[in-house]
């Protein structure tokens, strides 16, 4: 090693160093988040007036689903513009200049569960926010629709498309950005 | 909060800006970097009791890391889709960021061998010992690989 190697290394050491690290959200063990888990399917379960109910909203959401909530919580303060949005329509289903299915706060890549994809967020006047995780490949993930932890999600899975996740706090809004992705 | 969570909290305490910037750094991503720094944690906290000795914590947690990372690739578009990207955020840095974003730029252009040695090699203080048992290689080989990282990374950076 050359002394210029030496300072090369230092350089690049101090750079990767200070790298800036935020702190992020604390670790959650597994087990508190079982814990969590469990408290909000039974929360779901007595909500839906069913008490067999009880469990099957952990069980029914897909592992994807799951990931997905935990993401678009993690970026839930982000707003702005980070990617194209052509490429992101075409995963949408929009065409090039239909507008997207609400006033547009969030638009980046992301990699879900190793998955990559966009994370798109929206919000509807009156209704509240709706995050849109578009995947960038096929998954394996049935259509369907459900609540958890306080999220209510939907998985749009159509014929020759990627699937997209949507996630709100607010029935009517998914609803309503899966109607308008959907028409 | 029992003798394990305590444990794992000094992990997480100690260990979650190596393995960001580690992650970081591998992939080029910083969100896909916390979203493995965090699988790393939760796998690491699930297998907590394959941890021999307390003293290689960051060994072992970065050869979680590593594997997840390596999954990652795995899942990872094209690199000119990332290219793109990268330059985006190019556009937005700081002029002071120029040259850490250079280093990211430079860093995924090399092959993963080469890459991850320089990572672990400048984020860590392992020694080439604890560095060849964390990437799996010879002893012998680190310090050769290392030369030859080092060199595709000047070049890279046009500092050859």
Not at chain 1, 84 to 88: C, D, F, N, Q
Not at chain 2, 148 to 152: D, E, I, N, P, Y
């Given at each position: 090693?050359t002394p210029t190697?030496?300072?090369?290394?230092?350089?690049?050491?101090?750079?990767l160093?200070?790298?800036?690290?935020?702190?992020?959200?604390p670790?959650a063990?597994?087990r508190?988040?079982?814990l969590r888990?469990?408290i909000a399917?039974?929360?779901?379960?007595?909500l839906?007036?069913?008490?067999?109910?009880?469990g099957?909203a952990?069980?029914?959401t897909?592992?994807?689903v799951r990931?997905a909530?935990?993401?678009?919580?993690?970026e839930?303060?982000l707003?702005g513009e980070f990617a194209?949005?052509?490429?992101?329509r075409?995963a949408?289903?929009?065409?090039?200049?239909?507008?997207f299915?609400?006033t547009l706060?969030?638009?980046?890549?992301?990699?879900v569960a190793?998955r990559?994809g966009w994370?798109?967020?929206?919000?509807?006047d009156?209704?509240?926010y709706?995050?849109i995780i578009a995947?960038r490949?096929?998954v394996d993930?049935p259509a369907g629709r459900?609540?958890?932890?306080?999220?209510h999600w939907?998985v749009l899975?159509q014929?020759?498309r990627d699937p997209?996740i949507?996630?709100?706090?607010?029935?009517a809004?998914l609803?309503e950005?899966?109607r308008?992705?959907?028409? | 909060?029992?003798?394990d969570?305590?444990?794992?909290?000094?992990?997480?305490?100690?260990?979650r800006?190596f393995l960001?910037?580690?992650?970081?750094?591998?992939t080029g991503d910083?969100?896909?970097?916390q979203?493995l720094?965090?699988?790393?944690?939760?796998?690491?906290w699930r297998?907590?009791?394959?941890?021999r000795d307390?003293?290689a914590v960051?060994?072992?947690?970065?050869?979680?890391l590593r594997?997840?990372?390596v999954r990652?690739?795995?899942?990872?578009?094209?690199w000119d889709?990332w290219?793109?990207?990268l330059a985006?955020?190019?556009?937005c840095?700081?002029?002071?960021?120029?040259?850490?974003?250079?280093?990211?730029?430079?860093?995924?252009?090399?092959?993963?061998?080469h890459r991850e040695?320089?990572?672990?090699?400048?984020l860590s203080d392992?020694?080439?010992?604890?560095l060849?048992n964390?990437?799996d290689?010879?002893?012998?080989t680190?310090?050769s690989?290392l030369n030859?990282?080092?060199?595709?990374l000047k070049a890279?950076?046009?500092?050859?």
């Open positions: 090693m190697d030496h300072e090369f290394d230092a350089r690049m050491r101090a750079l160093r200070t790298l800036p690290v935020d702190g992020g959200a670790i063990l597994p508190r988040r079982f888990a469990a399917a039974a929360g779901g379960a007595l839906a007036g069913g008490a067999g109910g009880l099957l952990y069980a029914a897909p592992a994807l990931a909530a935990a993401h678009v919580r993690e839930s303060g707003r194209p949005l052509a490429p992101v075409q949408l289903g929009l065409g090039p200049n239909a507008p299915p609400g706060q969030l638009c980046k890549r992301c990699v190793g990559p994370h798109v967020s929206v919000f509807l009156g209704l509240g709706v995050q995947l490949e096929t993930i459900g609540w958890w932890l306080g999220e939907q899975a014929p020759h997209l949507l996630l709100s706090p607010s029935a809004a609803h950005v899966a308008r992705l959907q028409s | 909060m029992n003798r969570a305590k444990r794992f909290a000094a992990w997480v305490k100690t260990h800006a960001t910037r580690a992650a970081w750094a591998l910083k969100a896909a970097a979203d720094v965090q699988d790393t944690f939760v796998l690491a297998h907590r009791a394959a941890l307390e003293g960051q060994a072992w947690l970065y050869r979680i594997r997840e990372a990652h690739w795995e899942k990872r578009p094209p889709e290219r793109e990207e985006e955020t190019a556009a840095a700081a002029e002071s960021e120029d040259l850490r974003i250079d280093l990211l730029r430079a860093l995924q252009a090399l092959s993963e061998p040695i320089l990572v672990l090699f400048y392992m020694s080439y010992e604890e060849a964390s990437l290689i010879a002893p012998g680190v310090m690989r030859r990282a080092r060199a595709a890279l950076l046009g500092e050859d």
